[in-house]
């Protein structure tokens, strides 16, 4: 991840765990060539952008 990530993402033990269930769920759907990780983070940063806007 990169430091701006670090700073919007919760890395506590439940977003934890619901980043591997949606990671193992993505990696079903995508090939292996795309990187299922910068994926989940653009995912991941994109909902904390509408939740914010959203408040």
Do not use: F, G, P, W
Not at 32 to 45: C, G, R, T, V
């Amino acid at each position: 991840m990169d430091q701006m990530s670090q700073t919007i993402l919760e890395d506590d033990k439940l977003t934890e765990q619901k980043r591997k269930v949606v990671k193992e769920k993505l990696s079903l759907i995508y090939t292996k060539d795309e990187n299922i990780d910068e994926l989940l983070i653009s995912l991941e940063a994109y909902c904390i952008i509408i939740l914010n806007t959203l408040k």
